[in-house]
């Protein structure tokens, strides 16, 4: 799963940030986004992440929702599992690109 699918199924409200402007790969997008925890910064490419205030980086949605949320790997794995959407493989942009 993109690290951006993971953000809109995580967090009470996720926006892009059309201003930045990747460093390394041209698919990073840098988010802003809310949770019960508080507010993020966060840079995504693929399934990588990384909390530029935190100085935190991963891969996966697990370790993203495990981050954001502060839950351990089961509620994570049961929280992605309840809220995800299926989309096809083709679908590169991923679900909090439709968002902005």
């Known amino acids: 799963m993109p690290a951006c699918d ?11 940030d059309p201003t930045y402007r990747p460093v390394k790969d041209d698919q990073s997008q840098r ?5 019960d925890r508080g507010d993020f910064e966060i840079v995504t490419t693929g399934p990588k992440w990384y909390d530029t205030r935190a100085k935190r980086g991963g891969g996966g ?36 690109a439709d968002s902005r």
């Open 6 to 16: 993971a953000l809109e199924l995580l967090s009470a409200h996720v926006k892009s």
């Open 31 to 35: 988010w802003h986004l809310s949770t």
């Open 61 to 96: 949605a697990i370790d993203l929702a495990i981050h954001l949320l502060d839950v351990p790997f089961v509620e994570a794995v049961k929280l992605l599992n309840g809220k995800a959407v299926p989309h096809g493989a083709d679908h590169p942009q991923g679900l909090a």
